[in-house]
């Protein structure tokens, strides 16, 4: 897989986000990722998924959807130390091509000890890569600092957990805002935690699935 010209895409991205900064209505159809991480298609990840993709395409936007335990996506990272430019393989292109080309991402997963599912953890690892999610440019002290090439402006995070959201520190927080979204260009964060899942009833759940819905309809509001 070609990654892109650094100096051509960046340049790109920084003349969409100048020319949209100040913007409070999206006016025009927009490219939505959602990627779940849940094993079972029971789960209330999998209702928040369902609720997500099917208000985003009412508001007439499209999406772009992975379940990765459907889809048997593979976790693992294997480097071929002996080809620096060994080829990627066409499942990590489609996933790649459509981060490159998302206006929107969504990921859904549940907290486990704190951290996302193994195979959302190896979906970053394989997916977010240099020259597609990020780069590293010399600045003029002669230090490589790195620089987003995402064009996603929205980035959510939709948690589930059986843990009080009080019991102390949230790594998750740090781990999407901070290490991946802000890293790679996306300014617009926000995650949210429903939780306890195992104590929720059916009323709550309704509830927390129409919050879904308004978070939706504020971040990919329906076409003017």
């Known amino acids: ?44 990840n999998h209702a928040i998924a369902k609720a997500c993709k099917t208000q985003i395409e009412s508001n007439g936007h499209s999406v772009f959807f992975h379940d990765l335990y459907a889809e048997n996506f593979s976790p693992l990272h294997h480097i071929d130390n002996t080809n620096s ?45 240099q020259g597609i999610a990020y780069d590293f440019v010399e600045n003029d002290e002669g230090a490589h600092v790195p620089v987003g090439l995402l064009k996603a402006k929205i980035g959510l995070v939709l948690n589930t957990s059986n843990t009080p959201n009080d019991i102390g520190d949230d790594p998750l927080d740090s781990i999407w805002k901070n290490r991946v ?3 790679c260009g996306v300014d617009q964060v926000e995650r949210r935690n429903f939780c306890v899942v195992k104590d929720s009833d ?3 759940r309704s509830l927390w699935l129409s919050e879904v819905q308004s978070m939706i309809n504020s971040y990919f509001p329906k076409i003017k």
Not at 101 to 115: A, E, R, T
């Open 85 to 129: 430019d060994s080829t990627v393989d066409a499942e990590i292109h489609t996933h790649c091509s459509q981060l490159a080309d998302s206006d929107g991402i969504i990921v859904i997963h549940p907290n486990w000890w704190g951290q996302p599912p193994a195979i959302i953890k190896g979906w970053i690892d394989r997916v977010l890569m």
């Open 181 to 183: 979204f802000n890293f």
């Open 1 to 44: 897989m070609e990654t892109p010209d650094f100096k051509k895409y960046y340049l790109a991205v920084t003349q969409i986000r100048n020319e949209q900064m100040g913007k409070t209505e999206i006016d025009s159809k927009m490219k939505v990722l959602i990627v779940l991480g849940h094993p079972d298609n029971r789960s209330f």
């Open 202 to 204: 059916e009323n709550q």
